[in-house]
């Protein structure tokens, strides 16, 4: 496999919530990506892989996207810490949106992460050179 | 020309965004949609009490509104899902619009900082 090769999100990862925004990008180095799909539940826990947020409504998309910046906070505590200081991390809400964080500072940026060997919290390959998302 | 906002947020976060800046020297003012990129921050330099924002046209954003100490006074959701004129009427004197979706609760905002873009 060449580092021009393509390989796109494959329905099956997407089932999983994998290129669904909101997600969370941690980058490892250069073109290394580790993906975080983010599930919104209300009861049931969706035992998915990933950030999982308990919401009152899955219907309030607006009140449940604004937990978002306390979810990545939280999140990025639970890393070592030797090695959230060293990796960048990044929400992403849409094609133009997404905030990098970094010491406590949520930065916004109408470019999100793309491209590069993406890839799951198991290191396993999600998708080379391609969009981090669904297209339709 | 653009400024970096700094939002500050209750809870101890910030969200920092370079904002497209526009001075409202007017009561009315009217942007294109087409020219403006999100986020904008609006300076208002007129003396009068409020500003007519015509936003018709403008991507989905939040429009946070900020008194003169920029300190936040209020907010509103800009969602054009239809072909008509979209305008708010606002008393603040530095508006900030951001897209939607935001990742924040609207009332944890507290004031804003602007400053130069850093090199």
Known sequence: ?136 | MKKQVIVWLKNGMIAKMNAQLIAATTHQVAFPSTTVDLPLLIEVSHHGLTTLLDLSGFKDCVVLQFGEDRYFTGATYCQNRNTGAFMIQSQARFIVLIPLPLPFHLEETEEIMIKEIEA
């Open chain 1, 1 to 136: 496999m060449s580092s021009h090769d393509v390989l796109p999100l494959s329905a099956e990862k997407c089932a999983q919530g994998y290129g669904i925004f909101p997600y969370v990008i941690l980058r490892l180095n250069g073109g290394v990506y580790m993906q975080f799909p983010v599930h919104f539940y209300e009861e049931k826990n969706p035992e998915k892989p990933g950030l999982r947020v308990r919401v009152d409504s899955l219907a309030n998309e607006k009140l449940n996207f604004s937990s978002l910046f306390n979810v990545v906070r939280q999140f990025h505590q639970q890393i070592n810490p030797v090695e959230a200081k060293a990796l960048k991390m990044c929400l992403v809400l849409a094609p133009y949106a997404a905030y990098f964080f970094e010491d406590n500072a949520f930065t916004f940026s109408d470019e999100i992460p793309e491209g590069g060997n993406l890839i799951d919290s198991n290191y396993m390959v999600l998708a080379l050179n391609s969009a981090h998302f669904v297209t339709d």
